[in-house]
């Protein structure tokens, strides 16, 4: 069945390919680790079936109808356990090396690209509920305006903690606690929302009823709905008697501004 | 203007047409191409399909004297079968795939090198022709184009080893941005290390703010949402980025009203063709 005798020359190569350990598959395996529940799989296949199979270290051979590539990815550095290559009917090899450096390439890509793969998927489930959670938080900053420590003390959490909530990429459970603040902060957005389109930061520095301040309110441990719904009241009233900002007046005045390059439409 | 004196070069210019945008007629090439060498020298021809176009502003194309302005800038635009990606609304400082003119010109796509085929030819020589009465660019086209070479030489260069570590969160980062495609906010950073090679253990901190119209900030409540969805967004896959921390406490959405020109002076604006640069 063979057809080239493998030379000494080519043995040496041959050792020295499998030697060499590609940078992507070893970070695709070291990646792996996060995705546990695929750990148990470790055999890949792919390509067609062959007539038949043999050994790569050994010789390649005529009349193989097809590529099956077998790679334990437990110990993918190893070597992979059969690996053959197209060779068209007839035709006579005389040098291995380019045959397996292919299949080489062809099995690190493949186990690269099956590791990669659960780790899309576990992503992908992340990213539903993060979404949700950084939806709700940057309805509450559209609506609110406030810097983040700000936010994060009426939130009743640390800014670090508003940071990681804000992080898409990042799983997190609230807790109850969390949740409640969270929705309580919610309802005092909306009604916000319904009194005017102007961020709540504007005026959440100014004093209300007893020198108080609205931020200073959000702040309480116990969120009093009623008192913060009055005052936001009494400050979207105040909104109207607002000096107008230097932007304001010159767009008043009919100085406006120039569109810049990122205006023009798509070229798409 | 008294009887018998010669108008002077910038009028019969302005007389002919030429101005930003316009296009060299075919039956003008000839007179033109011995101007159209490249770096070696050797000349360069213009084809039946290509557009010459006049990129010089306006003012320079009319300038009165010769002395004053003695070349016109033309860019030579090949056409292509269709917009490549990378390419398109100056995401690149060296190629520009551009539409010409959509009502014109529907379906002609061109592209032109910001350096290779780009030339200076006399403006005396135009006083012999008018433009193209079939061709020119739009008025859109032609702003992407100045803008495009005001790009060019404009963008902050960052260092290598900071774009390196962005590099591979561009298209994650370009789709954070998506919401942000009609003007309503403005990306600008600022590095700590702004001329620096860091070694792959140093870390570039960064400051991020998006900076919001000052009217969209008080009025429209949705484009806010989007805006801060997008910062999330994006904060999000820069602190992913290896070798990149976003400085949190100071980086945040602000209305333009608030921003003020030293922060302005502070920080760069973002733009992609800023990764894209060192391809």
Known sequence: MTNTIKTPENQRKLAAMYMHRPNSLVEAVESRQMAGQYQSQSRIYTGTTPSFSMNMLGAAATGIIGTVILGDIDYPTSGATVSMEMAPVGQFIHDLTPLAERSWARWSEATKVWLQKPQKIKKATLSASAKLRVDRLSNLQATLGLPNLELARSLGISRQSLYNWLDVSKEIVLQEINRDRLAAVERTANLWSTLTTVPLSSVSHEPIDNGETLLRLLSDAKIDELRIANALKTLAGRLQFRAKSLGQRMAEAGYERRPSARSLPSDE | ?279
């Open chain 2, 1 to 279: 203007m008294t009887p018998g004196v010669a108008v002077p070069l910038g009028g019969t210019l302005a007389k002919c047409g030429w101005r930003t945008g316009s296009v060299v007629p075919q039956a003008a090439t000839h007179e033109i191409e011995p101007f159209l060498r490249n770096g070696g020298g050797d000349s360069v021809s213009v084809q039946k399909d290509d557009w010459l176009i006049v990129v010089s502003q306006t003012c320079d194309v009319v300038a009165k004297n010769l002395e004053t302005e003695p070349f016109v800038e033309v860019l030579l635009c090949t056409q292509i079968k269709k917009l490549r990606t990378q390419f398109i609304d100056m995401r690149s400082t060296r190629t520009l795939d551009f539409r010409p003119n959509r009502e014109t010109h529907e379906a002609v796509f061109l592209t032109a090198h910001a350096v290779k085929d780009r030339f200076l030819v006399p403006r005396n020589l135009f006083v012999n022709f008018h433009p193209d009465k079939y061709r020119c660019l739009s008025t859109v086209a032609a702003r992407r184009v100045m803008a495009w070479f005001a790009l060019r030489y404009s963008r902050p260069a960052w260092p290598e080893a900071f774009v390196s570590r962005l590099r591979s969160a561009g298209d994650a980062l370009e789709a954070a941005l998506e919401p942000l495609r009609d003007e309503i906010a403005e990306i600008r950073i600022a590095l700590d290390e702004p001329e620096k090679e860091l070694d792959d253990e140093q870390p570039y901190s960064i400051v991020v703010f998006f900076v919001v119209d000052e009217e969209i900030w008080n009025k429209d409540v949705k484009a806010r949402t989007d805006i801060y969805d997008a910062y999330a967004a994006f904060t999000s896959q820069l602190n992913n980025c290896d070798g990149i921390k976003v400085n949190e406490a100071l980086s945040g959405v602000k209305s333009g009203e608030e921003f003020t020109w030293q922060a302005t002076r502070a920080t760069d604006e973002w733009n992609f063709a800023n990764l894209t640069h060192r391809d």
